[in-house]
């Protein structure tokens, strides 16, 4: 039986950048709120001091900020007819755990997604016609515009401190930017990071093939920084321990570095660690949520009472809770109805690695931070004319290599043994002169009819409720486009003069058991209509209007891009319909 806790007026599941983010604009404007967080409490000083920090066996090998899949998994399948797995060791993706959530460890690549990427079946379908979609696929227009949320990835930006080159301002394009940018209303806050060797050569060979380069939108510090919470970071050294590490150098953007030491001097504000949210309960109309049940270190279960309740866990993890819940309808593939678990998505990743002459390329990989690199967009979106290619999507593409860490970074050419003297030799000869950029390539993946996420049937977590179950395979369309756009980065690893260039397609089936970025999207998307999203245009669930549900779970599809960018501004939009229209009069925002 769980013991009650003192009502609260918002209580948060998850302290990662959404939960973060949202608590600190809450609790600015007076509300009595408590954050539920099923980690452990994390702090730069103690926790990534950089005397151990560069530990690449214990963070990216043995992952040990992220959550154990003792504690709970998802099953996997691939397809409908297919009995799903479950997930046991993490490869795919690797899902976060504790105060900071992936922000504490993720590369900080800090992008904005296009215009036309949030009216997106509305733009495809006037530009190429219906028919020139597949069949089954489930795309929709976000019921948001960029326009609407401009002011909130400014927000976010100058929150982190992010260092980039303004592609677009106000309409007027930037040299050295990304002129494919939806217009921005005023110049990052911070100039862009330097470019090491091979980074900036990728850049000139980029220019000489009429391409528009430019660096990576990163939330690594270009230089030392003052936030307009008052939170100060230090200048990245280009430690390269960036992605799957903390930042013991307070260089990279997290909430720890940004939001959460403004956020704890807040008396309204109360946190609760170690602690697993296991249900969001509702009234007995099922249309108005209570509070929720968690179960703490000890194992002891206790119910929070609150009176608007912010689900901000993590994609699946939301979509896992609403499931668990019984909130919304779950969605059915074969009947198409329903909304939750719909539209989930991944991101269509690959690359290329390239190996050059050693006599006269010296790339020292070792100087780098999380979001280095040079990119380009041209094959982004719909920034061109997919009439010829027979495929809708895109993505961005760059030279973003982030490291030369020694267990992984062992390139060496097609051929080469797997092991034993002549491999060694050849990883001697091409560490410092080969490129393997991380995910080079980085596309979208539109969502289809049978691609989503349910209950499982069979398997169980340790509190005895059904595992969550992923089915999930690539679909042609992604294929072709993921082929299309590997042809193009290669020619440009060509151009810079490899002596030989290998390209890593993604193909189907999809691999579970390899890393493709951790961007899962979908499950609870928003939109404008009840009957085909979970929640309306501010993230405000159709079904119990005191629940708003944060994160990528709300994407109806995900874009060339990474997310968190557009994650932490539907957070800053959602906060400020909170604030300037809810909160004045609670209720369902959007009449259907
Ligand atoms: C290695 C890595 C690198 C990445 N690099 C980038 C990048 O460069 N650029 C980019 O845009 N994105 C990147 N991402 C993705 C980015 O981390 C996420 O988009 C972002 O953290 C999402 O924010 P969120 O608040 O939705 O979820 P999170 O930050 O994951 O926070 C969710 C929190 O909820 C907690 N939680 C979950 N379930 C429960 C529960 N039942 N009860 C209580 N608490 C719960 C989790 O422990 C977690 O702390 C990266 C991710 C990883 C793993
Ligand atoms: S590369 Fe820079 S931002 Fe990243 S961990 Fe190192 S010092 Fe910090």
């Known amino acids: 039986m769980a013991r009650k806790l003192p009502r609260k007026d918002v209580v948060i599941v998850g302290l990662g950048w959404t939960g973060s983010i949202m608590a600190y604009e809450l609790a600015d404007a007076g509300l ?36 154990s899949p003792s504690q709970t998994t998802f099953t996997f399948r691939h397809k409908m007819s297919e009995a799903a797995l479950p997930i046991r060791s993490w490869g795919a993706f690797m899902p976060p755990n504790g105060v900071g959530g992936g922000g504490v460890h993720w590369n900080a690549e800090t992008w904005r997604f296009l215009p036309s990427d949030f009216v997106l079946k509305t733009h495809l379908t006037e530009r190429y016609g219906v028919n020139f979609l597949p069949e089954d696929m489930t795309i929709q227009d976000w019921g948001v515009t960029y326009d609407e949320l401009e002011p909130h990835y400014d927000k976010f930006e100058y929150l982190c401190g992010t260092s980039g080159q303004a592609g677009n301002i106000k309409g007027t394009i930037m040299d050295g930017g990304n002129p494919f940018e939806g217009p921005r209303a005023r110049a990052y806050p911070n100039p862009p990071q330097d470019q090491p060797f091979g980074h900036a050569l990728f850049g000139k060979a980029a220019r000489d093939l009429g391409y528009k380069p430019f660096p990576q939108p990163s939330g690594n510090m270009s230089r030392p920084y003052q936030n307009p919470l008052g939170v100060r970071l230090g200048p990245c050294t280009y430690c390269g321990f960036c992605e799957w590490f903390g930042c013991g150098n307070y260089s990279k953007a997290s909430p720890q570095t940004t939001v959460l030491p403004a956020l704890v001097r807040k008396p309204n504000f109360t946190a609760r660690d170690n602690s697993e949210v296991t249900r969001i309960n509702v009234d007995s109309s099922g249309k108005r949520a209570t509070g ?67 006599a006269k390329f010296v790339f020292n990989p070792f100087i780098a931070s999380g979001a280095i690199g040079m990119c380009i ?34 390139p060496v050419p097609p ?9 060694k030799k050849a990883v001697k000869e091409n560490y410092q002169s080969a490129i393997k950029p991380g995910t080079g390539v980085h596309g979208s993946m539109y969502s289809y009819r049978d691609v989503y996420v349910d209950l499982d049937p069979a398997y169980k977590d340790r509190f005895n409720r059904p595992l969550v179950r992923i089915t999930m395979d690539f679909h042609d369309n992604e294929i072709k486009q993921n082929k299309f756009l590997t042809d193009k980065f290669a020619e440009i690893f060509q151009a810079m003069g490899a002596k030989q260039v290998h390209k890593e397609y993604r193909k189907a ?31 405000q669930s159709w079904d119990v209007p005191n629940l708003f549900v944060l994160g990528a779970s709300a994407f ?11 994650v932490a501004a539907l957070a800053y939009w959602t906060a400020d319909a909170i604030r300037s229209k809810y909160l004045k009069n609670p209720g369902q925002l959007i009449n259907a």
């Not at 059915?332 to 909304?339: E, I, L, R």
């Not at 089936?509 to 501010?538: E, V």
């Open 292 to 358: 929720v049940t968690f179960v703490d270190a000890a194992g002891d279960e206790w119910e929070q009472p609150a009176d608007l309740v912010v689900l901000s866990a993590y994609t699946i993890f939301n979509v896992q809770l609403l499931l668990l819940s019984g909130i919304g309808k779950a969605y059915d593939p074969a009947a198409n109805t329903g909304v939750i678990g719909r539209n989930f998505t991944h991101q269509t990743t690959s690359d290329v690695v390239s190996f050059f002459d050693p």
């Open 415 to 423: 051929g080469t043994p797997l092991w034993g003297a002549a491999w």
């Open 509 to 539: 089936p999809y691999d579970i058991t390899k890393y493709q970025t951790t961007h899962l999207c979908g499950g609870a998307i928003m939109g404008s209509d009840p009957t085909t999203s979970a929640l309306n245009r501010f993230l």
């Open 32 to 67: 009595d709120l408590i954050a539920i967080e099923r980690g452990p409490w994390r702090n730069t000083a103690t926790d990534y001091p950089p005397g151990y920090a560069a530990d690449e066996l214990r963070y990216r090998i043995r992952h040990e900020l992220f959550l």
């Open 377 to 410: 967009d041209e094959f982004n979106g719909d920034n061109f004319d997919h009439g010829p290619h027979g495929f809708v999507g895109g993505g961005y593409m760059g030279h973003v290599q982030t490291n030369g860490r020694p267990i992984e970074t062992t």
């Open 556 to 566: 109806p599809q995900n874009a060339g891009y990474n997310p968190t960018g557009t």
